[in-house]
C-alpha cells in the first residue's frame, strides 16, 4: 500500500504566495511521475504541472510563469510553489503519483487534497 499526504494549503491575498507539498511512502520501488491537479467548485479537475523522474516540468498555460514544481527523489516528497496567486487560482489541489509499487507492478496514487483560497 502507498500513503499519500499533501499539506501547504491556505488562504492568501492576491499577489501572494504559496507551497504546497505531498510526500509518498508505504510499497515503492521507484517513482515515475508527480502530477498537480486542482478542481474548483463546479468545475473539472485540471492538470496544474507535472514533473518526470529526470526533472523534466510541463505547466498548464495559465500558471506558467508563477507556479514551479519540484521534487526530492529521497525524501518522495513533490512541491508545488506558487506565485502571484489570483482569485481565479481558488481550488483544492491534488497531488498524483505514478510509481510501481513492486517490480513490474505500476499504480497511481492521489493525496487528499488541499485548499488554497485566494481573496482579498
Known amino acids: 500500500q502507498v500513503q499519500m499526504v499533501e499539506s501547504g494549503g491556505g488562504l492568501v491575498e492576491p499577489g501572494g504566495s504559496l507551497r504546497l507539498s505531498c510526500a509518498a511512502s508505504?510499497?515503492?520501488?521507484?517513482?515515475?511521475?508527480w502530477d498537480w491537479y486542482r478542481q474548483a467548485p463546479g468545475k473539472q479537475r485540471e492538470l496544474v504541472a507535472n514533473?518526470?523522474?529526470?526533472?523534466?516540468?510541463d505547466y498548464a498555460e495559465v500558471v506558467k510563469g508563477r507556479f514551479t514544481i519540484s521534487q526530492d527523489n529521497a525524501k518522495k516528497t513533490v512541491y508545488l510553489q506558487m506565485n502571484s496567486l489570483k482569485p481565479e487560482d481558488t481550488a483544492v489541489y491534488y497531488c498524483?503519483?505514478?510509481?510501481?509499487?513492486?517490480?513490474?507492478?505500476?499504480?497511481?496514487?492521489w493525496g487528499q487534497g488541499t485548499q488554497v483560497t485566494v481573496s482579498s
Open positions: 514533473i518526470t523522474r529526470g526533472g523534466n516540468t
Open positions: 498524483y503519483v505514478d510509481l510501481f509499487v513492486r517490480i513490474g507492478i505500476r499504480g497511481g496514487y
Open positions: 508505504g510499497s515503492i520501488i521507484t517513482i515515475n511521475s
